[in-house]
Each structure stands twice: as C-alpha cells, then as structure tokens.
C-alpha cells in the first residue's frame, strides 16, 4: 500500500467532522488527518490535535492566544493559525490531496475556494458553496483541476447512480448537460425525510417549540440543518444544490417524501429505469465513499435490513404547508444572486427562531420578505457574493428589527 492521502478536516468537531474522522481512524494505512479546523469548540479540537498530530490546526482568532498554544502541552510539530485566514491556509496545505469541506453556513465558502484554487479533491459537505455560487466553484474546480465530490447524502446518492463517465464529468466541475456525452438521465428525485412536523396542522405550525423543531426523526445533525429539516428549506437549499452541481434545470429536480430515509435518492433514465441508493442513514457512507473512490470501504456502517424496515412509502411534499420549498424553486428560477439572498435570509430567520425571537412559521415568511426586497443581480466573483450574502442578513435583521415579515404570507 502506497502513502497514506493527506485528509484537511475544515469543521473537525461538526458532526461531519466528527463523522469523517471515524472512517480516517478504520483505515490509518489509507488516510492521515493533515489539517484539522473548529470555530469556538477548542477543547473538542486539542483533544483531535493531541491524537492525530496534524501539520497544521485553526480556530477561530480570540480562543487561539488562550487556549491553542500552550507550551508543552500540545504537539509542537503542529502549527496553530487562526480566524478566515487560517481556515484557508489549513484548507490549501500542501500535505493535504483531499479536503473535507463541513464549516456550515456561508463561513465555509472562503476557506473551500481556497481549496478549489489549490486544485484539491473537495468533499463538499456544506450546502452554502453549491447553493450561493455553484457555478463559480465549478469554473475554479475546472480552472484548478481541483476534483469536487458531492457529501450531501442526496447528492452523494445521485452521484453513486451516475454511469462513470457522468460521474467523471460532475467531479471535474462539469454538468450532466454540459459534456459531448449524450446523458441517458431524465431528471432526478431528491427524497426527504418530512421533518419532525409531517404530519403537523398548519395552524400548529405557528406554536411548534425549539426543541420539537430540534427533533429529527433519522438523521443526527447540528440545530440550523435540523431546522432547516422541519422547514423543508433543507430540501429547497438541496433543490438549488442539485441544479448547480449537476447541471440540471429546476424542472428536472423533483422532491418525494420518504420517512424512513432509506432510500437517499434516485435518478431516472430514458429508458424508464429507476436508480436509487439505498443505506442506513450514516454520513460516514457518503464521506467514505468520497474519500476512497473511485473504491469503496468499510465505513463502519452496518447494511440497511431490508426485512426489519419492512416497508418504504412515498408521498408528495404538502408545499402549501412548507412554502420553503417553492421559495427555492423561484430561486433556481431567477437565477443571478437570489439564491444568495435566499440563503442569507434563511440563516438569519434559523437564527430568530433558535432565539426565540419569532415562531416556526415565521421563517419562510421572513425569507420571502427579504426576496422581494431584492432587485436580482449576477454574482460571478467571490467577492460579491460575499458583499450579496452581507447585505441580505442585514436586510434580513432590518425586516426582523421592524416585525413586517408577518405582513403578506
Ligand atoms: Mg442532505
């Protein structure tokens, strides 16, 4: 066996971090953690440093003076950086091929184009990148010959049901309609598990608690994409990042409920068959799927028994009831920066509601405020969609601050 791949972790304590870092800890013949990144977590993150002695670790600037590098205590071999530019630099280290993209939030974005520049293989975890400037990233990727695999378990899904050479095409940053190959796919099912208020009234929606909305019924995860999961906007943002990562009109995008998640996604062919992936629900499929193909591992997943799961069911989304998802729609539509703003408002609306500051039903309310706001504008360098991105939170706070997104919805 060859040299272990060098892995960057950027969100190393996230739940993806955490997930990727247990298949790297199965296979230490195959993988090195060379980079390891967290924000305010630096307990959770020294506790990695001490065990993985990567190249480089970063954190956000005011924990690193106090906590990071305590003489003696840490390995020396390691260098500490911190803040934006320290994400970037763990990110486009040169120990590292492949890098783990898991900051959510826009937070991730400046640290994974560094990635792309840098001409890494990416495993994009975080939706932001796809979903504010997918089309940049690609033309970086396809510029850098950086290799962009999708870590979505959606996306991941659609990806492990492509036919090699569309699988070639998608990690080099190029579309499924884009290349000389005539692509057999139709269209795509994107599945979703309904959120913990499937089966809620609408009138409920107005009084459901944090904590409900905190409750999803079969995947772990952190709280703004468990919202986000109750809101359906999970799904929406996964409408746009489909479109962008694999070239796809909206109409070719379609979203089916399937509350056990078993089956994570499916793609249709012209000849009518239908290709889905089925697994347990476990990031660590997707993640080392990425990691090793185009091989596949171990992951420490156990296979889904198809027995004790005894039956699957589908259903259409109820979009009246969760607006989110044809508030992504629109987006994917108007195209430019508006799915930009979509996001933006959405982080600022997560944030409200975890707050206690507005109810559940407010989010899409509080976003479609913030939409209409907007002249829509192209977005084709990182730099505007960052200024875009500012200015729609802001926008956003001021909707907030002024109680109108009740108005209209
Ligand atoms: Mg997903």
């Known amino acids: 066996m060859s040299e272990a791949i060098g892995v960057s972790i950027l969100g190393a304590t996230g739940s993806v971090g955490a997930s990727?870092?247990?298949?790297?800890?199965?296979?230490?013949?195959?993988?090195?953690?060379?980079?390891?990144?967290?924000?305010?977590?630096?307990?959770?993150?020294?506790?990695?440093?001490?065990?993985?002695s990567p190249a480089i670790a970063a954190a956000a600037p005011e924990v690193l003076s106090s906590q990071l590098v305590r003489a003696g205590k840490f390995p020396d071999t390691t260098r500490y950086c911190s803040?934006?530019?320290?994400?970037?630099?763990?990110?486009?280290?040169?120990?590292?091929?492949?890098?783990?993209?898991?900051?959510?939030?826009?937070?991730?974005?400046?640290?994974?184009?560094?990635?792309?520049?840098?001409?890494?293989?990416?495993?994009?975890?975080?939706?932001?990148?796809?979903?504010?400037?997918?089309?940049?990233?690609?033309?970086?990727a396809r510029e850098s010959r950086a290799r962009l695999f999708p870590v979505d378990s959606e996306h991941n899904a659609i990806f492990q049901c492509l036919p090699e050479g569309l699988q070639r095409e998608v990690i080099a940053g190029r579309g499924l309609t884009e290349n000389a190959i005539e692509p057999a796919?139709?269209?795509?099912?994107?599945?979703?598990?309904?959120?913990?208020?499937?089966?809620?009234?609408?009138?409920?929606l107005n009084t459901v608690s944090?904590?409900?909305?905190?409750?999803?019924?079969?995947?772990?995860?952190?709280?703004?994409?468990?919202?986000?999961?109750?809101?359906?906007?999970?799904?929406?943002?996964?409408?746009?990042?489909?479109?962008?990562?694999?070239?796809?009109?909206?109409?070719?995008?379609?979203?089916?409920?399937?509350p056990q998640s078993a089956l994570h996604s499916v793609v249709y062919f012209e000849d009518g068959s239908l290709i889905g992936q089925m697994a347990n629900p476990d990031m660590r499929i997707p993640i080392a799927y990425g990691l090793s193909y185009p091989d596949r591992i171990p992951s420490g997943v156990p296979p889904l028994d198809l027995v004790a799961m005894g039956r699957l069911e589908f259903e259409a989304p109820d979009i009246e009831r969760f607006p989110c998802i044809g508030l992504a729609r629109a987006v994917i539509r108007q195209g430019g920066s508006?799915?930009?703003?979509?996001?933006?408002?959405?982080?600022?609306?997560?944030?409200?509601?975890?707050?206690?500051?507005?109810?559940?039903?407010?989010?899409?309310?509080?976003?479609?405020?913030?939409?209409?706001?907007?002249?829509?504008?192209?977005?084709?360098?990182?730099?505007?969609?960052?200024?875009?991105d500012q200015e729609a939170r802001a926008a956003a706070r001021n909707i907030l601050a002024k109680g109108l997104y009740r108005i209209g919805v």
């Open 83 to 140: 803040g934006t530019a320290g994400l970037k630099e763990t990110a486009a280290h040169p120990d590292a091929a492949t890098v783990v993209a898991g900051i959510s939030g826009a937070a991730g974005l400046e640290s994974i184009f560094a990635a792309a520049h840098a001409g890494k293989r990416i495993l994009i975890a975080n939706k932001e990148p796809l979903v504010m400037c997918g089309n940049l990233l690609r033309r970086v």
């Open 20 to 52: 990727a870092l247990e298949v790297i800890r199965m296979h230490p013949d195959r993988f090195k953690a060379v980079g390891l990144s967290a924000w305010q977590q630096t307990d959770a993150l020294m506790a990695l440093v001490c065990e993985f």
């Open 210 to 258: 944090i904590d409900a909305a905190l409750e999803h019924p079969t995947w772990k995860m952190g709280p703004k994409i468990s919202v986000d999961s109750a809101t359906l906007m999970n799904k929406g943002l996964e409408l746009i990042e489909a479109c962008m990562l694999f070239g796809l009109d909206e109409s070719q995008v379609e979203v089916v409920i399937h």
């Open 338 to 388: 508006a799915p930009i703003v979509l996001n933006a408002a959405n982080e600022v609306a997560v944030e409200a509601f975890l707050a206690g500051m507005i109810r559940f039903s407010d989010i899409p309310s509080l976003i479609d405020a913030v939409l209409n706001t907007y002249e829509n504008a192209s977005a084709t360098e990182l730099s505007v969609v960052l200024s875009i």
């Open 185 to 204: 796919v139709t269209h795509v099912t994107l599945t979703a598990s309904g959120g913990p208020f499937l089966r809620t009234a609408a009138a409920d």
